[in-house]
């Protein structure tokens, strides 16, 4: 399996839904991120998971809350979101050694 | 810190032409280096990667060679195809732990028939 697999696809939530994403892969990955992409732009890192312990939170609002429950899945919570909040976000995984990085198809959100 | 310049887009080409993006880099380090293709509506796909000063990452038809001399990592191809068109972006990574890639702005490109 060389797959990082996110789900749902498209969500819409409204801004006083409580939702999450989830990711997860089968590689043997130990760092995991989460990606935010606005339409043509440059993925913006948001955190970095390694060896399931939150290493790296690129000051992202507390209304996006992430868990690594295991080495396999990363989830994304969502609550209170903004319209401003939509974009594609991206799930990836890598090795520590090496250069493998994988990234997921993504969940396109919709705040509204 | 570490950061990619991309040409910038968008670029519009007729089928078989040569396509050249370029993509120069500062990094702290010894980065490697990747090439990553975005389909419309879709994620991220790993289009070629280099790890070293003088590699060749090919793949469909495209190349890059990491030339540590001028810091630059462009991406070419001599034939491109209308299922070419896509955003192309330029990344790099410093190893690590956990390892973050830092990306260019992206290059839009659109091959016409």
């Known amino acids: 399996d060389t797959e990082v697999t996110q789900t749902p696809k498209h969500l819409v939530m409204g801004m006083t839904n409580k939702k999450s994403l989830k990711c997860e892969q089968h590689?043997?990955?130990?760092?995991m991120y989460w990606y935010k992409q606005k339409a043509k732009k440059p993925p913006e890192l948001m955190f970095v998971?390694?060896?399931?312990?939150?290493?790296i939170n690129e000051s992202v609002p507390s209304r996006f809350s992430p868990e690594c429950p295991n080495s396999s899945l990363l989830n994304l919570h969502l609550h209170a979101l903004q319209p401003e909040d939509s974009a594609l976000y991206l799930c990836?995984?890598?090795?520590?050694?090496?250069?493998?990085?994988?990234f997921g198809s993504g969940t396109r959100l919709t705040v509204v | 810190g570490n950061s990619v310049t991309q040409m910038e887009g968008p670029v519009t080409l007729s089928e078989e032409a040569f396509l050249t993006i370029n993509c120069t880099y500062t990094?702290?380090?010894?980065?490697?280096l990747f090439w990553y293709v975005q389909y419309p509506g879709e994620g991220l796909q790993l289009l070629l990667k280099a790890t070293k000063a003088d590699d060749k990452g090919s793949n469909k038809g495209f190349e890059a060679t990491y030339r540590k001399e001028t810091t630059s990592f462009h991406l070419e191809k001599g034939s491109v195809q209308v299922s070419d068109s896509a955003v192309y972006f330029c990344a790099l990574s410093i190893s690590g732990s956990a390892r973050q890639l830092t990306f260019g702005s992206g290059t839009q490109l659109t091959v016409l028939p």
């Open positions: 990836a995984s890598s090795q520590l050694q090496g250069t493998g990085y994988t």
């Open positions: 990094a702290t380090g010894y980065p490697s």
């Open positions: 590689m043997g990955h130990r760092a």
């Open positions: 998971y390694s060896y399931e312990k939150l290493s």
